[in-house]
């Protein structure tokens, strides 16, 4: 009994492993990339230094976090290695991303509002 289970489980297995695999290969191209969500207008810079959600969608909300995680990081070791505030490194990448923002991507202006780039 315990072959014939074996064998079951190892027919099953040939048939679902080309399937799992298919999936497992499509995960990195179903997510969304920063340069997408730029383009698609989900995301848009700030001068705080970190990204917003324009969108608030699941993907969208997700991807905002892992990038201002990562960023958040990056200008604390910055501000840890040049002896400045943190909030001083944010603000000057984010004047320097939202002035490198490219044509048609939003950022978000020192009043608030959502400018779409010309």
């Given at each position: 009994m315990w072959k014939h289970s074996l064998k079951t489980a190892v027919t099953c297995f040939k048939w679902l492993l080309p399937g799992a695999v298919l999936f497992m290969l499509s995960l990195p191209a179903m997510a969304l990339t920063l340069q997408q969500a730029r383009e698609q207008g989900k995301v848009g810079e700030t001068f705080s230094g970190y990204i917003a959600a324009r969108s608030n969608d699941s993907e969208t909300t997700a991807l905002v976090a892992k990038i201002n995680q990562a960023r958040a990081a990056s200008y604390r070791q910055l501000a840890e290695?040049?002896?400045?505030?943190?909030?001083?490194?944010?603000?000057?990448?984010?004047?320097k991303l939202v002035e490198r923002a490219k044509s048609g991507e939003y950022v978000r202006g020192v009043n608030g509002l959502w400018l779409q780039k010309p």
């Open positions: 290695q040049n002896n400045v505030p943190l909030s001083d490194v944010a603000h000057l990448a984010g004047s």
